[in-house]
């Protein structure tokens, strides 16, 4: 059920007081005063602590410092008076014993009357004694038929000449924005270029990655990596390119529902990271990265808002790849039950909606440490497939080297025994054999010379992979994945 929808329902059943969160007074306001008018008859009266009660010429002023007399007009209209008052930023005041005990009187008297209170603010803060009486309803972002109709109309009034194909384009880069930020961005647009062009949506872009770290949930990443980046992990890329063209209306018109992710588990420097990338890059889809420590707020009940802020975010912005980073450090705080049960509930909220959502949000998950995740995550609805990521074969080995000595040397790859460096680097990730090529650059660079073959060698030698030490989290790690339900990125283990 859509907003509108949802919000005609409860005004028709006499829900009381309902609870809007939202930094778009504007465009909600708006959306109100429209199903004031061709849904439900209701006189509309609107208030915020530093001007009072606007709108309604009889009471313009009234109760302005004042959020306990604010309640009081509602008492003072005649019971017959259908009308929906608007309380911005009440939240404020939910503390305050009598303004508390005043609404509990209210909601008795509203039951029985054509009147619904509603409460708007940007964060939702309910004190438990008033959690019974208080209905709260998400207000989503724009929709992208939304954004094209603003899009559309700003266009027209600046007088500016688009095409459809720059429409859609522009319509696309601004998912996941509110109206107004659009509209500044569009004026920042005009301003730098003086035209609407296809650079545009490159402007756009920059913008939002600006906006989203600022709400400090996600971080818009670069995806830079290519899948010819990737030595080895066969099995992984035929999966992704059997699903390349999974997000596309094609797809959808087949019948074939959107993917909903992957979890890869693997010790450090396997390439979990550049996987996450690559899928990004490969769909040709925004990668956006999750740290759940960002969910995690002071206040009681701040952390399950910043969760479902950050999936609203997500949505919007779909399609697009969501990258969980180390998700089971997030689980060993579950664990802990140090927060009284605060990481719980958010997980808990997370793995629902990734069980049931139907939106086309990609989730790329990474672990390293498996005794952190629990069974349940594994289990087929989570996620489509889970992959382990060993550490690289012989074969995928010298695939690793060929890719890093490309980047440095490109037209010298044949000069270099990549058969003799993956003999000798036997249980090194991807991460060490990146590192021991930089260091044999190194060797090279302070003997004035190229480096070759002997220069590598040498830097294996002086490196001890991860997995000499980490001897035991990799054999657990391997007997996890021969019990498990569990498929392997690489063709070769």
Not at 201 to 214: D, G
Not at 288 to 305: K, T, V
Not at 348 to 361: D, G, Q, R
Request: net charge neutral; proline share 4%; with cysteine.
């Amino acid at each position: 059920m859509n907003f509108l929808n949802e919000f005609v329902l409860l005004l028709k059943a006499r829900y009381p007081i309902l609870y809007i969160s939202t930094s778009e007074e504007e465009r909600l306001e708006y959306i109100i005063k429209y199903c004031t008018k061709k849904y439900v008859t209701r006189t509309y009266y609107s208030w915020d602590f530093v001007d009072g009660y606007k709108g309604n010429p009889n009471d313009t002023g009234f109760a302005a410092k004042n959020p306990l007399e604010a309640l009081e007009l509602i008492e003072k209209l005649t019971p017959e008076t259908a009308s929906v008052f608007i309380l911005k930023d009440y939240d404020n005041f939910l503390k305050d014993l009598s303004v508390i005990r005043k609404l509990k009187n209210l909601s008795k008297v509203l039951k029985t009357q054509p009147k619904n209170l509603i409460i708007i603010s940007p964060e939702i803060n309910i004190p438990d004694t008033l959690k019974e009486l208080i209905t709260v309803i998400e207000f989503p972002l724009p929709t992208y038929q939304e954004i094209n109709e603003e899009l559309l109309r700003l266009v027209t009034s600046l007088q500016q000449d688009v095409s459809d194909e720059l429409l859609l384009n522009l319509t696309t880069a601004c998912q996941g924005l509110s109206l107004e930020r659009i509209r500044r961005v569009l004026s920042k647009v005009i301003a730098k270029t003086g035209t609407i062009d296809i650079s545009s949506p490159k402007l756009v872009l920059e913008e939002k990655k600006q906006i989203i770290q600022q709400t400090q949930l996600l971080e818009f990443c670069v995806a830079d990596k290519h899948i010819g980046d990737l030595g080895g992990l066969d099995n992984f890329k035929d999966w992704l390119k059997l699903r390349a063209e999974a997000f596309l209306p094609a797809a959808k018109e087949y019948g074939l529902p959107y993917p909903k992710g992957l979890l890869l588990v693997g010790v450090q420097g396997t390439g979990k990271s550049l996987a996450a990338k690559t899928v990004a890059n490969e769909w040709k889809l925004p990668l956006l990265r999750l740290d759940f420590g960002r969910l995690f707020a002071s206040l009681i009940g701040q952390s399950e808002s910043r969760v479902r802020k950050m999936i609203q975010m997500a949505e919007a912005l779909s399609p697009c790849i969501l990258w969980v980073d180390e998700i089971d450090k997030a689980f060993a705080g579950a664990q802990s039950n140090g927060d009284s049960g605060t990481t719980s509930r958010v997980l808990a909220t997370f793995l629902t909606w990734l069980s049931e959502k139907t939106s086309p949000v990609f989730v790329v998950a990474t672990a390293n440490n498996i005794e952190w995740i629990p069974p349940e995550i594994i289990r087929k609805g989570r996620f489509d497939e889970v992959f382990f990521l060993a550490l690289p074969t012989k074969e995928e080995r010298e695939a690793i080297f060929k890719v890093h000595i490309e980047k440095a040397r490109p037209n010298r790859v044949t000069e270099f025994n990549l058969s003799l460096l993956s003999d000798l680097s036997k249980d090194f990730s991807g991460a060490e054999i990146e590192q021991v090529v930089i260091e044999a650059m190194r060797l090279g660079f302070s003997q004035g010379k190229e480096f070759q073959t002997e220069e590598i060698l040498t830097s294996i030698q002086n490196l001890v992979p991860l997995a000499r030490t980490k001897n035991k989290e990799l054999t657990l790690l391997k007997e996890w994945f021969e019990s498990g339900n569990v498929a392997s990125a690489s063709k070769y283990q």
